[in-house]
């Protein structure tokens, strides 16, 4: 998925608020970017430096976006908005070799008994139904990659979900984009959130495929990059 423009590196100061990050241009101005991640960012929050990209829209308020940060040469896209964009564009290249066989490919499509709206639904060439959830994953140990960074209720019924869909016939995947160019393997974050990894377990029992996927970062585009090993256990 490339950016449309280059973006902008500087140095990162903080975020605050959870939707604000104060960058340091090179030209030592300070700017106010705005945060496009809800979620904790566990781990993340000493990086060094930033990549945000300018908005032109006189509408609104912040005149840029962050999007990666960096530390050690690790890159770590953080604009959560993006994910489902990266994942849409690697599943029609040809790049998550478990999702290569469909005819048709919707997003946003509602399903399921508390409905919920799936990310991206493919209908595969026997007109079978696979329903697949993506998670933004930016959180590592080391090598290891580790989802999620806080309790997450919403991913509990998502999974829950993803069960039901195989339970009546269709095919279901939980799909992990590692926005992030440092990771070899994934594992759940059970310390964080055991009730997520519990479920995660029911579902692989009952038939749900769990697919992670790293990514490349750069300042033009961010692209799946390689398949990561899972350890469930």
């Known amino acids: 998925m490339k950016f449309q423009e280059k973006l902008i590196k500087g140095s ?7 939707f604000f990050a104060d960058v340091e241009l090179h030209n030592g101005d300070t700017v106010v970017s705005h945060c496009p991640n809800t979620g904790s960012m566990k781990g993340l929050l000493d990086f060094d430096s930033a990549y945000i990209s300018h908005v032109d829209d006189p509408k609104r308020k912040l005149k840029y976006t962050l999007q990666i940060i960096e530390k050690d040469n690790v890159r770590v896209g953080v604009n959560t908005h993006l994910t ?12 998550i070799e478990e999702l290569k066989e469909y005819k048709e490919l919707k997003t946003e499509v ?4 508390q409905n919920s709206r799936i990310d991206i639904l493919l209908t595969e060439e026997d007109n079978t139904l696979h329903y697949v959830e993506v998670k933004n994953t930016t959180l590592a140990e080391g090598d290891k990659a580790k989802f999620p960074d806080a309790v997450t209720t919403r991913g509990q019924k998502h999974l829950q979900e993803l069960t039901e869909m195989v339970q009546a016939g269709h095919k279901a995947s939980m799909l992990y984009i590692v926005n992030r160019n440092d990771c070899n393997e994934f594992s759940p974050a059970t310390e964080i959130d055991p009730e997520y990894t519990k479920l995660l377990k029911q579902a692989v029992a009952s038939g749900v495929q769990v697919l992670v996927y790293s990514c490349s970062l750069s300042d033009e585009e961010i692209i799946i990059d390689k398949k990561l090993k899972v350890n469930i256990d």
């Open 110 to 113: 509602k399903y399921g008994s």
């Open 84 to 95: 489902n964009h990266i994942a849409v564009e690697g599943i029609k290249l040809g790049l």
């Open 12 to 18: 990162f100061i903080k975020r605050y608020k959870r």
